[in-house]
């Protein structure tokens, strides 16, 4: 038996004076029928992704995202140039997503590793992602 788990980010773009453009991440994570959960982040300033961070930002703290990263079969082999070890950091009891200031390209390419389907979408100044996946009852029992 498996359910659909379903992370939604919406990234929008506001132009500030000093530091051009900012962005402001919401993001919605559902395991349908059992938990939902909704986050956000900004980032501004210069030298760095801030897209990227403003997303991480809105997921680190995100519950369904937090049983991700401590579910046992969480695919965090470096086989792709070493980038997987970047986008999480190891922990006592899990790994802790930290791909802030890296792009978003490095996140994405880990969630499809773990077998998430990813549709991107891009205006002006808007960003969105959509990222799904079956999962299996092992991660279920870890949220309910």
Known sequence: MTTKFQIAID???KKS???????TAEVWATLSGVRSDYGTGHASGCGYDKR??????????MPLMQTLMM???LNVDS????LAASVVNKRDYGYVLDFAGMGMRVFLNFMRKNGFDVVEMEGDTFN?????RDMPESFVKMVA
Do not use: E
């Not at 990227?52 to 703290?61: H, P």
């Not at 086989?79 to 070493?82: A, S, V």
């Open 11 to 13: 990234v929008n773009w």
């Open 71 to 73: 579910w046992p079969k």
């Open 17 to 23: 004076r000093t530091w051009g453009h900012n962005p």
């Open 52 to 61: 990227s961070t403003a997303v991480c930002s809105a997921l680190r703290d």
């Open 128 to 132: 969105g992602y959509v990222l799904t």
């Open 79 to 82: 086989d792709y140039g070493g």
